[in-house]
C-alpha cells in the first residue's frame, strides 16, 4: 500500500488541534504552580510538616512515574501485538513515554530527603526507631540495596534505561512516518518492543523495591512489581482514553475515533482493573497462607482500626465498582461516562498509594489522619507533567499517518460495535 493512498483516505489535517491542546495546556501549568507553591509553604507549617511533605511527594512522583512507564509499557505491547487497539492511542502514549527526563528532575526532593523517607539509612530517626532484630535484617540487605550510594546510583540507571527504549521508539515511529518504505519498521519495533517489555519489567520492579518497599525494610514480596505493573496499566489507559475523548472535539480525531476503538480501549481497562485485583488478591492470599512475622506486618499495619475501612474502600472502588461498569457494552462506548471514569481511576491510584505508603509510618495506629498534601502533591507534579505532555503531543502528527493499519481504522463501524 503506498502512502498516496493512505494519505487520500485520511483526514486533510493530521496535526493536533493546538489551539485546544493549548487551552489544556495552560491550566495544567497553571495547577502544576498553584499546587506547588501550596506545597511548598505546607511543607514548613505543622508539626512535621516536612515529614508529610516527602511522603506526599513520593506518592505524587510515583503516581506520574507510573503513567510514564505505563505509557512506555503499552506502547512496547502495542508493537509487539502489532494490535489496532493502539493504534489511535499511540501518540499519546509515546508523549507519556517521553516525560523521564522530567520525572528524573522531579526526584530530586526525594535525594534529598532520603533519612526522613527511608529506615535503612543508618543513623536517620526512623533508623534508630527500629528494634535490633530489625536493624539486623537492613544490615543484612546494605551491601548492594539498602544503602544511600546504591539507591541514588541506581536512580539515573533506571530514568537513562527508560529515556533510552521511548525516545528511541518515538524516534523510529516518527521516521516510519517520515519515509514508511526505508526499513522493515514492523519488525524493527516489534524487536524493540520485546526487549523492551523484558527490561522494563525488571527495572520497574527494582525502582518500586527502592522507592516504595523499601519504606518498610524488613517486609518483602516477589510479586510487588507486578502490582505496580497492573496499576501503571490502569494509570496510562486513563490518561490515553481521556486526551483521545478530548480531542475528538476537532479533526483528526473526530473522524478517525471510532465506537469500535472506544469499545476495544474499555476492554482492556476491564482487563487491567481485573489483572489488579487479581494480584493484589494473590499476595494477600500467599501472605495469608504463608503467615511469617516478617511477611503479615504489611497488612497488619492495614487492618488496625479505620485502617481497614480504608482497604475495604480500595476494594469497592478500585475493583467492585470499575468492574461492575465496565462490563457494560453501552457505556464504554460513552464520552461522557469515560471521561469521569478515567479521572476516578487516576484518583484511586492516589488512595491506593496512599494507603501502600504511609501506614509505614504510622504502623498500629488505629485511626487514621489523612494529610491534604496527599492530594496537592500529586496535583503540583501532574500539573508539570501534563503541560510536558501537551508539549510532547503537539510535536507530531496525532495519528501515524502512514501505519499499515490506519486502512482498517478507516473502515465502517463493526457490527458489533
Known amino acids: ?3 498516496d493512498t ?17 487551552r489544556y495546556q495552560r491550566r495544567a501549568l497553571l495547577v502544576g504552580v498553584i499546587a506547588s507553591i501550596v506545597l511548598i509553604i505546607g511543607a514548613f507549617i505543622g508539626p512535621d510538616a516536612y515529614d508529610h511533605f516527602l511522603r506526599a511527594y513520593l506518592a505524587g512522583f510515583v503516581l506520574w512515574t507510573g503513567a510514564s512507564l505505563g505509557c512506555m509499557a503499552l506502547l512496547m505491547t502495542n508493537h509487539l501485538s502489532a494490535g489496532k487497539w493502539g493504534l489511535i492511542i499511540r501518540r499519546p502514549m509515546e508523549a507519556g513515554a517521553a516525560q523521564f527526563p522530567l520525572m528524573f528532575l522531579f526526584f530530586i526532593p526525594i535525594a534529598v530527603g532520603i533519612k526522613h523517607l527511608y529506615p535503612w539509612v543508618q543513623g536517620s530517626a526512623r533508623w534508630n526507631l527500629l528494634s535490633w532484630d530489625a536493624q539486623k535484617i537492613i544490615l543484612h540487605k546494605a551491601h548492594l540495596m539498602l544503602n544511600p550510594t546504591w539507591f541514588l546510583i541506581r536512580w539515573p540507571i533506571y530514568f537513562f534505561i527508560w529515556w533510552a527504549f ?11 512516518d517520515a519515509n514508511p518504505l526505508a526499513r522493515d519498521w514492523q519488525r524493527i519495533l516489534e524487536n524493540l518492543g520485546g526487549l523492551g517489555l523484558v527490561v522494563y519489567s525488571l527495572t520497574m520492579t527494582f525502582a518500586m523495591v527502592d522507592w516504595v518497599m523499601s519504606l518498610d525494610a524488613t517486609w518483602f514480596s516477589t510479586i510487588y512489581g507486578l502490582i505496580f505493573l497492573a496499576g501503571q496499566g490502569l494509570t496510562a489507559f486513563s490518561i490515553c482514553i481521556i486526551t483521545i475523548l478530548l480531542l ?19 476492554k482492556l481497562m476491564l482487563a487491567f482493573v481485573m489483572l489488579y485485583a487479581y494480584l493484589s488478591f494473590s499476595q494477600w492470599v500467599i501472605t495469608w497462607a504463608g503467615n511469617l512475622p516478617q511477611e503479615a506486618q504489611f497488612f497488619l499495619n ?22 461492575a461498569l465496565l462490563l457494560s457494552r453501552r457505556l464504554k462506548k460513552q464520552p461522557g461516562f469515560m471521561v469521569p471514569f478515567c479521572a476516578g481511576i487516576i484518583f484511586i491510584r492516589i488512595v491506593d498509594l496512599y494507603w501502600e505508603i504511609e501506614p509505614s509510618f504510622i504502623a498500629h495506629q488505629p485511626q487514621i489522619t489523612f ?44 457490527a458489533t460495535a
Open 1 to 3: 500500500m503506498s502512502p
Open 6 to 22: 493512505h494519505f487520500k483516505r485520511v483526514p486533510a489535517e493530521m496535526g493536533p488541534p493546538v489551539w485546544l491542546l493549548d
Open 166 to 176: 521511548s525516545a528511541t521508539m518515538r524516534r523510529w515511529s516518527l521516521q516510519r
Open 248 to 266: 475528538s472535539q476537532e479533526e483528526p480525531m473526530r473522524s478517525l475515533l471510532r465506537k469500535t476503538e472506544m469499545h476495544d480501549l474499555g
Open 302 to 323: 492495614r487492618l488496625t482500626g479505620d485502617w481497614v475501612n480504608w482497604g475495604r474502600f480500595l476494594i469497592l472502588f478500585e475493583f467492585a465498582v470499575p468492574f
Open 371 to 414: 494529610n491534604w498534601m496527599y492530594l496537592v502533591a500529586p496535583l503540583a507534579i501532574g500539573g508539570f507533567w501534563v503541560f510536558s505532555y501537551i508539549r510532547s503531543l503537539k510535536a507530531a502528527t496525532l495519528v501515524p499517518t502512514f501505519d499499515a493499519q490506519m486502512e482498517e481504522l478507516l473502515e465502517h463501524e463493526h
